[in-house]
């Protein structure tokens, strides 16, 4: 296998920049495989391999990005920046050879491809030349919806990824099947407080506290 590479995406004012450094650290935690990591991003993050993105979209859109050319070239690794690993993921690496994702575990009718993990060999161009922002990003729900609607059921299963809301939070334990945890809406990673996860959000949390730095646009505080 050609080298791997890790990707995240930080745009716009959602996130602090500490969500990519968390995550940074968590992947060289629970992957073995020798990777690179990197962000696609317009701000400037010390010790973190940066890329511009291609297209100015916005919120999930922006990670249509990793679908341009000579973006990702060889076998990657997409992970939301609110996702947080309790254990070793190289498993992961079984699926580059074509697009997988886990399934969407949510009945929301937003398709049933959950983004939050995703893997693909590279030089994957077909999600960027086929979307149009105008159109695209009014008719459809987000990215996961419009990867669902291109693919169809033409994809692979990544197993051991769950939901912080679905699978962690009504009884309080992290399921022994599960390595990543997806969040979606609130609360972020940085706020929760069942016992179970708080060993694997303390870096963050720590960053976040000592940070002031407040999201990934361009020209925030600590980001040069």
């Not at 939301?80 to 498993?91: A, E, F, M």
């Not at 693919?151 to 939901?163: E, K």
């Amino acid at each position: 296998m050609s080298e791997l590479t890790v990707w995240c995406v930080c745009v716009g004012t959602k996130y602090n920049t500490a969500y990519v450094y968390a995550l940074k650290e968590m992947v060289e935690k629970y992957l073995t495989v020798p990777h690179t990591f990197k962000c696609i991003t317009t701000t400037k993050l010390p010790g973190i391999v940066t890329v511009l993105p291609f297209a100015p979209y916005q919120g999930w859109w922006s990670k249509l990005n990793l679908f341009t050319p000579r973006m990702a070239t060889g076998p990657s690794i997409y992970l939301d920046l609110d996702v947080v690993i309790t254990k070793n993921i190289d498993y992961l690496t079984d699926y580059v050879d074509s697009f997988s994702a886990p399934s969407n575990w949510a009945q929301s009718g937003h398709g049933g491809i959950q983004s939050s993990v995703m893997v693909w060999p590279g030089n994957w161009y077909e999600p960027f030349e086929k979307f149009d922002y105008v159109v695209d990003s009014e008719r459809l729900w987000g990215d996961q919806e419009f990867l669902w609607e291109l693919l169809g059921d033409n994809w692979n299963r990544i197993p051991h990824v769950g939901s912080y809301k679905y699978h962690v939070r009504p009884a309080g334990i992290i399921p022994e099947d599960l390595a990543i945890l997806a969040f979606h809406g609130l609360p972020d990673p940085h706020e929760v407080t069942d016992q179970c996860l708080l060993p694997f959000t303390s870096t963050l949390r720590s960053l976040i506290k000592s940070s002031t730095d407040k999201s990934c646009s361009p020209g925030s505080n600590g980001t040069a």
